[in-house]
């Protein structure tokens, strides 16, 4: 290798090459090893070969041409044609066999000459190709130690690595811990930044609440009733929101969780403790999933519950599986139920009309651009100048609008508009949600119309985080829009058609 030669010292049995001088004494060269100019340096050497192998060829190319000439002599005067002694030409016949014995003795010296030096720099060879391959070897075990001790290194630093973010993890809980009786929790179960304020009810609003939670445990007691005779109450009560404390009970009757729960008692209990293949990325998923609230901080009781939910799920639609869309929408529902409940819940939202959610989760998402494509519709219908100023611009409803319809609204709100959205939701259905994003739209319109593009996708994706009207007056601007409910119940039985499904309006 270029710029890597070795020097004689570093080539083991390379002073043995010079002991090999016997073998070419015959060889008079001023270059051989025992000749006075052999300086005993590897490039003298390798240079000493050079020469003895242009002479070696030299001495062929002599021998060839004696050959030559002797067969030539030998087609002319062959063996058995020479004459005996005694003949006429017996001196000329003499001297010629002398010639051609000294020319034969001349070659076969020639040979024997040849045949040694080829020995000698074979021996040579030999010994310099072993030294290089004893050297080769040293470097690779030379190598391969110093391979262990970084790899011994590297182990040791992520050894120390993992221990400190083992104690890191275990400080941060503890603090965590020590933190939980000083930190400030909202009603819903949500810990407050220093920024935000805790709402106190008065007591006029806790008295209002108890009031309202005694009525709705009579409606709970004449579901049917209300169900079906008396839906006009039933929505307009719906309207001004569900107790809190049955919140659970009643998003199980809207979606008849109940009743699933009735006809499947062991179901749940056999999908929960199975392996579904989505294992690993449920668990990715958990701190994701309302990361502010007491039940699903890091470690919380929620989580685990959130996973076997999710986990059940997967093996119940092996189609489907898990898609990260869903954690929102669990975790929402497990506020209020038990895993089991929300296991019911979650079956009957994704797969039973008038919800079908499961589109919003399969290759494809069919539902999530069906409703962008009404949500386009109505924003023409309602809003031409601010749809128009969204177009000129280069704002599509895909651009902000996804995130509002792939979770519900689940994780784009703050929570207590969030509850109040799917108290309507799972009594209306899907084209409330139309109405709550149309009154979004619309409370921001005039800011909206004097912005750019840049100004206009920062304030469509913050907006709804950041409302700070009460959510009643949120829930009366969507449920006044006018939804051209005619127009969408058609287009919505077109596409239940689509996937072989009757769609009943009512």
Known sequence: MEGCVPTPSSIPGFEAANQLSPLIQNDSSPNSPTSPSWNGSIESFLLLQQRQREENEKRSQKR??????????????????????????????????????????????????????????????????????????????????????????????????????????????????????????????FVLSENEQQQEESKKQKEREVARAEKWATMLSQW???????????????????????????????????EFMASHSVLFNEMVDKSSGYEEQIQKDLNRTFPKHILFRNGGSGQKSLYNVLNSYSNYHKELGYTQGMGFIVALVLIYMTEEEAFAFLVRLNRHPPFLLEGLFIPGFPLLHFWLSIHDLLLDASFPKLANHLRNEGVNSSMYALAWYSSVFTSILPFRYV???????????????????MAILKIHMQDL??????????????FPRNLSLPPDDLIKAASEINLNRVKIDKLTSEYYAKNGIQYNPD
Not at 97 to 110: M, V
Not at 230 to 239: H, I, M, S
Not at 419 to 437: H, Y
Request: glycine letters at 4%; a positive charge.
């Open 64 to 189: 060839k041409d004696l050959r030559r000439e002797t067969s030539y002599f030998e087609k002319i005067f062959p063996p058995s044609s020479l004459p005996s002694p005694p003949s006429a030409f017996s001196l000329t016949t003499l001297e010629s066999s002398r010639r051609i014995f000294n020319e034969k003795t001349l070659i076969a010296s020639i040979e024997k000459i040849e045949k040694k030096n080829r020995q000698s720099f074979v021996s040579l060879d030999e010994l310099v190709s072993e030294g290089l391959r004893e050297q080769q070897v040293k470097e690779r075990e030379h190598e391969k130690e110093r391979e262990r001790e970084r790899e011994v290194g590297l182990i040791s630093m992520l050894s120390q690595q993992s221990e400190e973010q083992k104690e890191k993890e275990e400080n941060e809980k503890e603090k965590e811990k020590t933190d939980e009786h000083t930190q400030r929790i909202d009603k819903f179960g």
């Open 224 to 258: 049917k009733t209300f169900a079906t005779e008396k839906k006009g109450k039933l929505r307009q009560r719906c309207l001004k929101g569900f107790p809190d404390r049955l919140r659970g009970q009643l998003w199980k009757k809207l979606v008849k969780a109940d």
């Open 419 to 437: 509850i109040r959205i799917w108290d309507v939701f799972l009594l209306m259905g899907p084209k409330f949600l139309f109405g709550v994003s």
């Open 449 to 462: 119309l004097r912005s750019d593009f840049e100004l206009l996708m920062e304030k469509l994706i913050s």
